[in-house]
């Protein structure tokens, strides 16, 4: 347009753009979203378990020290005090989870909450950080995660025989910064909450609640002086599900095995082996090991490997069964829709993306009603409307295991906007009368998103108090340039009834008659 100046239509679209590839950065997919909130609900399930566990032994511990005073009253009596403690502390980690759950309700029928929907952090982003730091509420967190490891450490001191649980609260609840993968250290709230959907927040969150539980676990068997007794007993093994693989599309069957399976400090095997490498032993840690890996390769996967133990002298191979995963594709963009905003015009090449989360754009296809649509790259496609007030666009993606997954989007077919007539490049032209032979007319769409171009075939030409001529093509007639002469300063000359052709376009495309244009004679 004139001056290179955008108008606000435009200047409010580039808004709308920018707010797009924000929250495109931010989009993550439900089954991800889905999976967080299963695993939150397992370590609620998990959590219950260990409070009615550590009440039965606090409850063994009392009895002991009703029968056996001279025994058993100072490590019940530190016993209380852990319960105190992790009472505290774990209410405020429930706390804490309340910023991850605030403005979302349960389901009334399925009591659960919307996993799919807690995709955005923002009450912990803007509530636990500021600027490059924490806020208040940050340094208010991280306080009390060192006030409680100070005070648990405290309670058991004295004792050498709680070294191992010592280190155990040091590793659990250090909020030293964590180095990534590349190598930097951040700040340990950043590295595990900033910038997470709230659903995976929560996760973590009753991920830490289970750690304070199972530190009041290992304070009281050590308490009772019974840790080798455990060790062998039932109560030290824990029932767990254990799927044939880790993410799942809705509606697809899930394969599970349940097993018992037990962890501790003494049980610490001489060597693992994952995937063919072989882990360090500073990695095997109290009976587990930590390990890292790189997920490649959409699909699924398998871990396979052995834990070798001494076991009367001899090694014995433990081999890692059913430990499946699958990888999804990390979203590259995101479709931001309102039902007012998807259109495509009728007669252009409408560009469409078409994407299957955790699928590979060669394993998806299209169709589409009311025009056709052309596959022009990897997940790209052109769709020509021909008719209809809508079309509905049909995106099937295979999954790995060969069934097929479909979507649908509908989209409303409308026709292109007016054009707004022009005379020599502007709307309202002025020059002298005798610059009316060499001007040209020509017709464009305004604020429009698609690259067309107009071709002007006819028009009228208005002579104020001479008359009027009928101009095909763009060429002034002879007859039409003689009344041009007669004008005077201070005429308008009227550009009316302009008919135009959209350039490339089949020809039952309507166009709408541009809008008229004038030319003031100075």
Same mark, same amino acid.
């Given at each position: 347009?004139?001056?290179?100046?955008?108008?606000?239509?435009?200047?409010?679209?580039?808004?709308?753009?920018?707010?797009?590839?924000?929250?495109?950065?931010?989009?993550?997919?439900?089954?991800?979203?889905?999976?967080?909130?299963?695993?939150?609900?397992?370590?609620?399930?998990?959590?219950?378990?260990?409070?009615?566990?550590?009440?039965?032994?606090?409850?063994?511990?009392?009895?002991?020290?009703?029968?056996?005073?001279?025994?058993?009253?100072?490590?019940?009596?530190?016993?209380?005090?852990?319960? %105190?403690?992790?009472?505290?502390?774990?209410?405020?980690?429930?706390?804490?989870?309340?910023?991850?759950?605030?403005?979302?309700?349960?389901?009334?029928?399925?009591?659960?909450?919307?996993?799919?929907?807690?995709?955005?952090?923002?009450?912990?982003?803007?509530?636990?950080?500021?600027?490059?730091?924490?806020?208040?509420?940050?340094?208010?967190?991280?306080? #009390?995660?060192?006030?409680?490891?100070?005070?648990?450490?405290?309670?058991?001191?004295?004792?050498?025989?709680?070294?191992?649980?010592?280190?155990?609260?040091? %590793?659990?609840?250090?909020?030293?910064?964590?180095?990534?993968?590349?190598?930097?250290?951040?700040?340990?709230?950043?590295?595990?909450? %900033?910038?997470?959907?709230?659903?995976?927040?929560?996760?973590?969150?009753?991920?830490?609640?289970?750690?304070? #539980?199972?530190?009041?676990?290992?304070?009281?068997?050590?308490?009772?002086?019974?840790?080798?007794?455990?060790?062998?007993?039932?109560?030290?093994?824990?029932?767990?599900?254990?799927?044939?693989?880790?993410?799942?599309?809705?509606?697809?069957?899930?394969?599970?095995?349940?097993?018992?399976?037990?962890?501790?400090?003494?049980?610490?095997?001489?060597?693992?082996?994952?995937?063919?490498?072989?882990?360090?032993?500073?990695?095997?840690?109290?009976?587990?090991?930590?390990?890292?890996?790189?997920?490649?390769?959409?699909?699924?996967? %398998?871990?396979?490997?052995?834990?070798?133990?001494?076991?009367?002298?001899?090694?014995?191979?433990?081999?890692?069964?059913?430990?499946?995963?699958?990888?999804?594709?990390?979203?590259?963009?995101?479709?931001?829709?309102?039902?007012?905003?998807?259109?495509?015009?009728?007669?252009?090449?409408?560009?469409?993306?078409?994407?299957?989360?955790?699928?590979?754009?060669?394993?998806?296809?299209?169709?589409?009603?009311?025009?056709?649509?052309?596959?022009?790259?990897?997940?790209?496609?052109?769709?020509?409307?021909?008719?209809?007030?809508?079309?509905?666009?049909?995106?099937?993606?295979?999954?790995?295991?060969?069934?097929?997954?479909?979507?649908?989007?509908?989209? #409303?077919?409308?026709?292109?906007? #007016?054009?707004?007539?022009?005379?020599?490049?502007?709307?309202?032209?002025?020059?002298?009368?005798?610059?009316?032979?060499?001007?040209?007319?020509?017709?464009?769409?305004?604020?429009?998103?698609?690259?067309?171009?107009?071709?002007?075939?006819?028009?009228?030409?208005?002579?104020?108090?001479?008359?009027?001529?009928?101009?095909?093509?763009?060429?002034?007639?002879?007859?039409?340039?003689?009344?041009?002469?007669?004008?005077?300063?201070?005429?308008?000359?009227?550009?009316?009834?302009?008919?135009?052709?959209?350039?490339?376009?089949?020809?039952?495309?309507?166009?709408?008659?541009?809008?008229?244009?004038?030319?003031?004679?100075?």
């Amino acid at each position: 347009m004139a001056g290179g100046k955008q108008t606000p239509r435009q200047k409010m679209i580039n808004l709308m753009y920018l707010v797009f590839i924000a929250m495109m950065a931010l989009n993550m997919s439900k089954e991800v979203l889905t999976a967080f909130g299963l695993m939150n609900e397992k370590f609620e399930d998990a959590n219950t378990n260990a409070k009615d566990t550590n009440e039965f032994l606090l409850t063994a511990l009392a009895g002991k020290a009703e029968d056996e005073p001279a025994r058993y009253t100072e490590p019940y009596e530190k016993a209380l005090k852990v319960q %105190k403690l992790t009472t505290e502390f774990y209410g405020y980690i429930g706390s804490l989870k309340g910023d991850a759950t605030k403005g979302f309700t349960n389901d009334p029928e399925t009591k659960k909450l919307p996993y799919e929907q807690m995709d955005k952090g923002q009450e912990i982003d803007y509530g636990w950080f500021e600027k490059d730091g924490l806020s208040t509420k940050g340094k208010e967190i991280i306080a #009390r995660f060192e006030k409680y490891r100070a005070d648990f450490k405290a309670i058991v001191a004295d004792d050498a025989t709680f070294q191992i649980l010592q280190q155990s609260i040091d %590793k659990k609840f250090s909020t030293n910064p964590v180095k990534n993968k590349d190598k930097q250290d951040i700040p340990y709230l950043d590295y595990h909450f %900033k910038g997470y959907p709230a659903v995976a927040s929560l996760a973590y969150l009753s991920s830490l609640q289970n750690d304070v #539980r199972t530190l009041e676990n290992e304070a009281y068997n050590l308490f009772l002086g019974n840790s080798l007794k455990q060790a062998a007993s039932m109560r030290h093994y824990q029932a767990m599900v254990i799927p044939d693989k880790a993410v799942y599309y809705q509606g697809e069957p899930i394969k599970y095995k349940v097993v018992l399976g037990r962890y501790d400090n003494s049980t610490v095997p001489t060597s693992v082996v994952v995937n063919g490498a072989t882990i360090p032993q500073s990695r095997i840690k109290a009976g587990q090991v930590e390990g890292t890996s790189v997920a490649s390769g959409l699909g699924e996967h %398998k871990f396979t490997g052995k834990f070798t133990f001494m076991e009367e002298g001899k090694p014995v191979v433990v081999d890692i069964l059913n430990s499946n995963y699958v990888v999804v594709s990390r979203p590259s963009s995101a479709t931001i829709s309102a039902d007012k905003m998807n259109v495509v015009y009728i007669g252009l090449d409408n560009p469409i993306s078409v994407t299957v989360e955790g699928i590979t754009s060669d394993k998806v296809t299209a169709s589409a009603t009311n025009g056709s649509l052309k596959k022009i790259g990897n997940g790209k496609f052109m769709f020509t409307p021909s008719a209809g007030k809508e079309a509905v666009i049909t995106a099937t993606g295979t999954m790995p295991d060969g069934k097929a997954i479909s979507s649908k989007q509908v989209f #409303r077919i409308k026709a292109l906007p #007016r054009p707004r007539g022009y005379v020599r490049g502007e709307p309202n032209a002025k020059g002298p009368a005798s610059n009316l032979a060499q001007v040209s007319i020509s017709a464009k769409m305004e604020d429009f998103d698609f690259d067309v171009n107009l071709r002007v075939t006819q028009y009228t030409i208005v002579f104020p108090g001479v008359g009027s001529e009928v101009i095909n093509g763009t060429t002034l007639t002879e007859s039409a340039k003689s009344k041009a002469n007669r004008l005077r300063p201070g005429d308008v000359v009227r550009i009316t009834n302009i008919k135009s052709k959209l350039e490339g376009a089949a020809s039952n495309v309507i166009i709408k008659d541009p809008t008229d244009a004038t030319f003031t004679i100075q």
